[in-house]
């Protein structure tokens, strides 16, 4: 592949972050907004960043990090929906998305690792 572009799992993990964003615009708690969106931004970005790499297990490396803040903002969305920002069953979906965000990230680990004997 020539381009992290192509990858399903890095279209969706920037889709949940912009949906995330625009689900804030009106979110006055400022750091948790913050907290929200970096998570948010962390997923696509490290699969971006790891690919750009040329290496397989670097790329397996990044795709762990961003792994990692799918489980934050899990958490974080778990919180989040206690308090109701964003909406609860935003917060549900988006949950869900990132469920399955893992599960790709997961599954594209494994790949790098394979390829790289």
């Known amino acids: 592949m020539e381009a992290f572009e192509k990858f399903e799992v890095w279209k969706r993990s920037s889709r ?4 995330l964003y625009k689900s804030l615009v009106n979110c006055k708690d400022y750091s948790l907004k913050d907290q929200l969106t970096r998570a948010a931004v962390s997923v696509p970005s ?3 960043e790891g690919f750009e790499r ?3 297990r670097q790329f397996a490396q990044f795709l762990q990090i961003a792994k990692g803040s799918c489980g934050e903002l899990r958490t974080q969305l778990y919180i989040c929906s206690e308090i109701g920002e964003p909406d609860a ?5 988006y949950r869900l998305e990132a469920v399955e965000i893992s599960k790709m990230l997961q599954g594209l680990i494994k790949n790098c690792r394979n390829n790289d004997n």
């Open 54 to 56: 040329n290496s397989n």
């Open 16 to 19: 949940l972050a912009v949906s």
């Open 46 to 48: 490290n699969i971006a």
């Open 89 to 93: 069953k935003i917060a549900h979906e």
